[in-house]
C-alpha cells in the first residue's frame, strides 16, 4: 500500500514566514539568530539559502524542517501554520511534508540503502512490500541499481549521499531540504549529487530549498537567497 | 522555475502501530546484529544474570530438598509432630496414647510410628561416622526407604538388615552388599542401598522398627513422628484439623503445610535464604546494569542515527518500541544461552551429595524476569532518545 497525497491549491505557496525570529538563551546569554526574516517560497521552485557560518541559514531550515520553533514570528508550509504549534504534532507535519538531506548522510548504518529508504516510506503508511518496491526504483532513478542490499560501509561518499538524495525524495514529499548536501564531497561527486537533486525535484515536483555555501552549485537554483546575520539581505554585486 | 512533472503535495496517512512496531522492531533488531561487540558485551550481562541467578536458585532449591525429601517422598498424608517443630527433626518423643488417639480419629486409615535417631556405625578402621537411621515399621514400611539402587523395603525383614546410602559406601569402610557393621553396638548386615539420600543431618539409613528401637534404644511406647494416612477422598485438611484438635500437645500438618514449614523456616529463620537471595539479587543487579550501561552506550554511539529517525518523523513511542525489542531480543537470546548453559554445568556437576534443581517454571520464570530486567535496563536508553533534540541533525 501506498500513502495517498492530498492535493494542494498550486497557489499556496509552499513556504511563507514572516518576521519570523529566533533567540537562543535568555538574559546577557540571549542571542538572537534570527532577526525579523521574511520569506515565500513558491511551489516546485529550487532555493538556495546561502550565507556566511552563523548567519542562521541552520536555524531558519530547522524551523522549516519543524525540528525547532520560533520565537515570534509566522511560518507555514502549504499554507499549514507551524508557529504555535505542540511539539508533539511535528513529527506528523515532519512526515507529511518534509524529505531530508543532511551534510553528512546520515543513513542507519546497520541498514541496506534499500530498507534506508524504506523507512520513511513505511512510517507513512506504505506496506513493507510496497516500501521496498518503491526505494528500488527511487535507487534505480539516482543510478545506484546495483545497490539495493549495500550497507553505508559498503558505498562510496557520493553514492552515500545519493542513498540520502532518494530517502529525502521517497513518497514525494512536497518539500526538501538539503543541508549542506555538498559539503562531505569532492568537486564533482558535489555536482553530480545536486544535479541530480535539481532534476529529480524538477521531474517530480518538489519544492526544494538547500542551504550551502558551495557557489560552484548556486548556478542550479531558480532562486538564491543570502541571509547574513540573521536577516535576509539582497545578493552581494560580485 | 522548472517543473515538469506535476507538484508533490503532503501525504496524508500516517502507518498503524501494528505497522510502527514492525518497522522499529526491524530496525531494532538490525541495529543489535551489525554491533557484534556490543551484542555480545550486553548478552554477556543477560547469560551473567541467568546463570547465577539460576544456579544460586537451583542451589538453594537443592539444600530445601535436603531438608524436606523425607516429608516430600515419605508416602504420608499428615504429620503429627513434637509441639514446636518446624523442620524435620525430632523433638520431645510421642507416645502410644497420642498414636492411638490419631487412630480413632474419623478420616484416618492409618496411623504409623516412625522412629528416627542418630546412631554410630564402627568402620573397619576403628573410626566410627553417624548415620540417621530411621526405624519403618513393616508390613507397610511408611516413611521406608526410597530411591533404591539395590534391594527394597521387605529386604530389611532379614535379621538385622539395614539399607545405606550409596554415595557413603566409601565413607563407611568400602561397604557391599552383605557387609557387616556394628551400628550402636549392634552387628547389622547391609541389604541394599538408596541413592541421594543425604540430608544435612548424616546419611539416611534405615531398618525395620523393632531393629531400630534396639539399636536406638528407644522405648515402644515413644516415637519420633507419627505418620497418618486418610482414607480416600477425605480431605486431608478436614482429618489434620480433627487431629489437632485431638493432639493438643503436638503440632499436625499435612504433606503440603509441612513442606512450607520448613521452607519458611529455611528463608527466615536461618542466613540459607538472605544469603542465596543476595545473591541471586547481585547476579539481577549486575545484568540489569550491563544491559542498561550496553543499550545507552549503544544510544550515545548512535545518537546521530537515531535523531535523523527522529527528523524524519518518527515519535519518541517509535523509538520507544525499537529498544523494547531490542531489550526483548537480548533477554531472549540470553536467556536462552544462559539456561543452556547452566543446564549443562548442573547434568555435569550432577552428585548426590548436592546437585542444584531446576524446575522447568523455573525457566519460563527466568525468561520472563530478564525480559522485565532488559526492558527496566532499556528506560535508561529511552529517556535519553527522548530527550534527544530532532534539530541536532543540522548541527
Known sequence: MSAPALTVDTKTPAIDIRGLTKTYGTGALAFQALKGVDMRVEQGEFMMLVGPSGSGKTTLLSILGCVLAPTEGEARLFGEALHGRKESELPRLRLEYIGFIFQGHNLMAALTAEQNIAVPLELRGYGHSAAIKEAREILTAVGLKDKFAKRPDELSGGQRQRVAVARAIAGRPPLILADEPTASLDAESGMQVTKLLKDLCSQRGHTVVCVTHDNRIFHLADRTVHIEDGRIVPAPSH | ?395
Open chain 2, 1 to 395: 522555475m522548472t517543473v515538469t512533472g506535476s507538484l508533490a503535495a503532503p501525504i496524508r496517512t500516517r502507518a498503524s502501530l501494528f505497522a510502527r512496531v514492525r518497522t522499529m522492531a526491524g530496525i531494532g533488531v538490525q541495529m543489535m546484529f551489525h554491533d557484534s561487540l556490543k551484542l555480545a558485551g550486553t548478552l554477556f550481562g543477560v547469560v551473567f544474570a541467568v546463570l547465577l541467578g539460576n544456579f544460586q536458585m537451583g542451589t538453594f532449591l537443592a539444600l530445601l530438598g535436603k531438608n524436606r525429601m523425607f516429608v516430600e517422598n515419605a508416602q504420608v498424608d499428615i504429620w503429627v509432630t513434637p509441639p514446636g517443630t518446624r523442620q524435620f527433626q525430632g523433638g520431645k518423643p510421642l507416645n502410644d496414647a497420642q498414636l492411638n488417639r490419631a487412630r480413632a480419629t474419623p478420616g484416618v486409615a492409618w496411623a504409623e510410628p516412625l522412629v528416627l535417631q542418630t546412631a554410630n556405625l564402627v568402620l573397619p578402621n576403628g573410626g566410627s561416622e553417624p548415620v540417621s537411621l530411621v526405624g519403618a515399621r513393616a508390613p507397610r514400611f511408611a516413611g521406608g526407604p526410597w530411591n533404591l539402587l539395590k534391594g527394597d523395603a521387605t529386604s530389611l525383614l532379614a535379621p538385622n538388615a539395614i539399607i545405606v546410602e550409596d554415595a557413603e559406601r566409601e565413607k563407611f569402610g568400602g561397604l557391599n552388599l552383605g557387609s557387616v557393621r556394628e551400628l550402636a553396638g549392634h552387628k547389622v548386615q547391609v541389604v541394599g542401598f538408596t541413592w541421594g539420600l543425604l540430608p544435612f543431618a548424616p546419611a539416611y539409613a534405615f531398618a525395620e522398627q523393632t531393629l531400630a528401637r534396639e539399636i536406638l534404644k528407644v522405648p515402644a511406647d515413644k516415637h519420633t513422628f507419627i505418620m497418618v494416612g486418610v482414607e480416600p477422598g477425605v480431605d486431608p485438611t478436614v482429618v489434620r484439623a480433627r487431629l489437632q484438635e485431638a493432639l493438643t500437645d503436638t503440632r499436625v500438618m499435612t504433606r503440603g503445610e509441612y513442606m512450607k514449614e520448613i521452607l519458611t523456616y529455611i528463608v527466615t529463620g536461618t542466613q540459607i535464604g538472605l544469603s542465596f537471595g543476595t545473591s541471586t539479587f547481585m547476579g539481577l543487579l549486575v545484568g540489569l546494569i550491563t544491559v542498561a550501561l550496553s543499550m545507552f552506550s549503544s544510544v550515545i554511539d548512535n545518537m546521530r542515527q537515531f535523531g535523523t529517525l527522529k527528523a524524519i518523523g518518527s515519535t519518541t513511542l517509535d523509538l520507544a518500541l525499537l529498544l523494547f525489542t531490542q531489550a526483548i531480543v537480548y533477554a531472549l537470546v540470553g536467556s536462552l544461552i544462559g539456561l543452556g548453559a547452566v543446564s549443562g554445568m548442573v547434568q555435569g556437576m550432577r552428585n548426590p551429595q548436592l546437585t542444584p534443581v531446576l524446575y522447568p517454571e523455573m525457566f519460563g520464570l527466568t525468561v520472563a524476569l530478564m525480559v522485565v530486567v532488559c526492558l527496566l535496563a532499556s528506560l535508561l536508553a529511552l529517556f535519553r532518545l527522548y530527550r534527544l533534540e530532532p534539530a541536532m541533525v543540522f548541527r
